[in-house]
């Protein structure tokens, strides 16, 4: 078995047969891509044939680098029988929700949700198809196998009267620990209800489980409360099954922790056991992000007997999606555990990398999730203990859970390979485990194949940094390799569903959905869950020059912002209000700080032509992006679509478009620039001159905004390349290239969704735009 790539025939088939049925719902009959129209792409070099999800001969979710073979997993899901289906246990007790902020402060670990993930899996028909568990209060003497006597008394006694006038106190000596007076018992309660559910599935009784328990536990310490967490639920269970339960025959115990957050607590309890094998994959951003203790580093592997028991996944940076969390799995974590062949693997299940969650910032969709826990159901015979820790958009965990329910339950799944391939940065750090584990875990110690590294998308901070360094990006655009990714159309969740009602969209459109980009779809959900969270609203954004007052002043002042490229396409061009990526886009965008919809929108011809240089984006890979010509040109007529937004907004749309936002790599933070390129003084310049040529970023390629006029007394602008440019683009400096296939559906679909064009007449458009030049 070992260097295969397997799974299951029926697994596999049902794949094939899905793939390509999803291939052609993948496009909408009107819409031609440039995929079907060589002439988009005869020069620019198209990825699409070598990817997995057009080839039925490559596994999903695997590279599809032929050489050397990679090993993939692609696991059954439940390895239950035919006939019995597999029992699923689902622990929900609201006595777990009375554990809230003493007086009723937002916090994003509320009792909400716990209720949002209930009411979801009721509301899904899930709950009912489970077995329903209660939970229960877990014993002193097993709390005590990873805690101090002082800290269960302590946790235990917090929401008694007599620590009534101290409680607050006594939690602002912990590290972000809130206490009232149901704390305690929910705590009690979070602890048992994992040694409940695991004891079930380990004894045979349940196949698998999920507790949705709180408070989380991951974070505790033996002596200490931290990060939202009260006692380890997952680390006493653990302890139970392997000290007090010899009968179920528990011997090695797999602790996959998925929450963004590293498992600090965890980790420390098992260090030198062998009998568990602890892996976390957690944002670390070089040691920043919360915990912000070096040990959760790759470095830390574990010791004495229990060396090379400990994994850590650590991330550079906030952006991991699917493919990166899957290329974890298939690289370092399903491998080892192959070898360690657990008994049983508790998951710490937290869904704060989900994709909307506003302490994370990652984004793993519940397609990414459900392939996650369907890869591990390969193990262990499928006895999987799911126990919530973190996570916290309502609707992401809520949508999360249900698709892990619904691989529980054994519901057949689709996986569809992506476009999208893990960051740079992953490699980099699958490699660096695979280093420092390799003696522990041989299976470990062979090299990922050389183009593995070339299947990549560039680190976020070198597409802030925006370099020019088209050839290396031709490369990753010529491998765009599919390392791996899914699209479960059956877990696409209710709400999704009932949310696209509400925008207006067809149903249909969840099945062009890929689960590792932020679909339009995807994007609208998580606008909604901002909008009806005001905590998510709170959290998802700190920006540190709110007290700015330009944007005040800005904010009062309405443009019409003309577009004439990808922003045409109105879900892409809210990515920079909202934040986050549309269909097709490689990578996501922060957004505006007022994230409020355009007052208005309307499209134009302008008397200017539109041209396709450079050779390359890092959004849309290989290919020329969209330039008007800012000499005016009355043979020419190129369509814009205008979005009435405020100067402020605008600026944003400029600082995003020019590559100026930063992250500090703290908790997702961004930071804008702290002065407008284009203030009051630049708008009354630009409706003389009729453009504006902005020095302070003169080598970005959009440094020059456009006057094009008015509209009911607002002035309309656009950005583009400053006139120089365009001589630079007509002695050959600079490269003309037709767009990418991704860039030009993007166009089109623009125009055609716009009304502005049928899809032939968009087509031709962008071709013959492409064709010109300068
Ligand atoms: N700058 C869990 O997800 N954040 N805990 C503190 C201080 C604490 C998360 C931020 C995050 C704890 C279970
Ligand atoms: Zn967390």
């Known amino acids: 078995m070992q260097g295969d790539e397997y799974w299951t025939e029926g697994v596999a088939s049902a794949r094939r047969r899905r793939r390509s049925s999803q291939h052609n719902s993948n496009e909408s009959p009107s819409l031609p891509t440039s995929r079907s129209d060589p002439r988009l792409t005869s020069s620019a070099p198209t990825p699409s044939r070598r990817r997995g999800r057009l080839n039925p001969d490559f596994p999903l979710a695997c590279s599809p680098l032929s050489r050397p073979p990679l090993r993939c997993f692609v696991s059954a899901p439940a390895p239950a029988p035919p006939m019995a289906a597999p029992r699923v246990g689902l622990l929900y007790d ?110 045979g009784e349940l196949s698998s489980a999920i507790a949705l328990v709180r408070p989380p536990g991951h974070h505790a310490e033996h002596d200490e409360a931290m990060g939202f967490c009260l006692f380890n639920n997952v680390a006493v269970a653990a302890n139970y099954l392997l000290n007090e339960r010899p009968d179920l025959g528990i011997k090695k115990i797999l602790i996959v922790d998925w929450d963004v957050h590293h498992g600090n607590g965890t980790q420390k309890m098992f260090y030198n056991d062998p009998r568990v094998l602890f892996f976390s994959v957690h944002r670390f951003d070089y040691g920043s992000f919360y915990p912000a203790e070096g040990d959760a580093s790759h470095c830390f592997i574990g010791e004495e007997a229990g060396k090379g028991y400990n994994i850590n996944v650590p991330w550079e940076h906030g952006k991991c999606g699917d493919a990166d969390y899957i290329a974890a799995w298939d690289h370092v974590l399903l491998p080892v555990t192959e070898v360690f062949d657990p008994d049983i693997i508790l998951v710490s299940a937290g869904f704060d990398a989900a994709l909307g969650d506003p302490l994370g910032g990652c984004c793993i969709t519940p397609n990414g999730y459900a392939l996650l826990l369907t890869k591990l159901l390969g193990f262990a015979q499928g006895r999987i203990v799911m126990a919530l820790e973190g996570g916290y958009n309502l609707r992401s965990i809520a949508n999360s859970v249900c698709a892990c329910a619904k691989v529980l339950l054994g519901d057949k799944f689709t996986f569809n390979a992506p476009e999208m391939q893990p960051f740079e940065s992953t490699w980099r750090v699958i490699q660096a485990v695979r280093n420092e584990l390799k003696t522990c875990w041989p299976v470990l110690s062979s090299k990922l194949p050389e183009n593995v590294s070339l299947s990549i998308r560039p680190s976020p901070s070198e597409l802030n940094a925006f370099s020019d360094s088209e050839s290396d990006s031709e490369d990753v655009a010529e491998l765009l390799a599919t390392v791996a990714s899914v699209n479960v159309i059956e877990v696409a969740g209710d709400a999704i569903s009932e949310h696209l009602s509400k925008m207006k969209l067809d149903d249909d459109n969840l099945s062009v959905k890929t689960a590792s980009r932020c679909s339009a779809a995807e994007q609208h959900l998580v606008d909604s869950v901002k909008v009806q969270n005001n905590a998510s609203v709170v959290l998802t954004k700190r920006i540190s020059d709110l007290s700015l007052a330009w944007r005040s002043d800005l904010s009062r002042t309405d443009v019409w912002y003309a577009s004439f490229g990808s922003n045409m396409w109105r879900p892409r061009f809210l990515c920079y209000v909202q934040g986050g990526k549309a269909e097709g886009m490689s990578i996501a965008c922060c957004g505006s700080r007022d994230t409020s919809s355009p007052k208005g929108t309307m499209w134009k011809t302008v008397p200017h032509r539109l041209l396709f240089g450079r050779s390359s984006t890092p959004c849309w890979g290989t290919g020329g992006v969209a330039f008007l010509n800012p000499e005016i040109n009355y043979n020419e007529k190129s369509y814009v679509c205008m979005y009435k937004i405020t100067l402020e907004q605008f600026n944003d749309i400029l600082f995003q478009e020019n590559r100026l936002v930063l992250e500090d790599g703290k908790d997702g933070n961004v930071v804008y620039p702290d002065s407008p390129l284009i203030g009051s003084s630049e708008i009354k310049f630009i409706s003389t001159n009729k453009a504006i040529h902005l020095e302070p970023i003169k080598d970005s390629w959009y440094s020059n905004v456009l006057y094009l006029g008015n509209e009911d007394e607002l002035p309309i602008l656009t950005m583009t390349c400053p006139a120089s440019d365009i001589e630079r683009f007509k002695s050959g400096e600079l490269p003309l290239a037709p767009p990418s296939e991704t860039y030009a559906t993007t166009l089109i679909r623009g125009l055609v969704e716009g009304k502005q064009l049928d899809a032939d007449g968009a087509t031709n458009y962008i071709i013959a735009a492409a064709a010109k030049g300068p």
């Open 94 to 203: 609201d006595r777990m929700c009375a554990h809230a902020t003493p007086d009723g402060e937002e916090h994003p670990e509320n009792p909400e949700r716990l209720r949002a993930i209930w009411r979801k899996l009721n509301a899904a028909g899930v709950a009912s198809r489970c077995v329903s568990l209660k939970a229960k209060e877990a014993e002193d003497k097993y709390i005590a196998s990873v805690h101090s006597k002082s800290h269960i008394k302590l946790m235990k006694e917090i929401s008694s009267k007599k620590y009534d006038a101290s409680r607050n106190k006594i939690a602002r000596k912990f590290n972000s620990i809130y206490f009232n007076k149901g704390s305690s018992e929910s705590a009690v309660l979070a602890a048992g209800s994992v040694i409940e559910v695991a004891e079930k599935v380990a004894a």
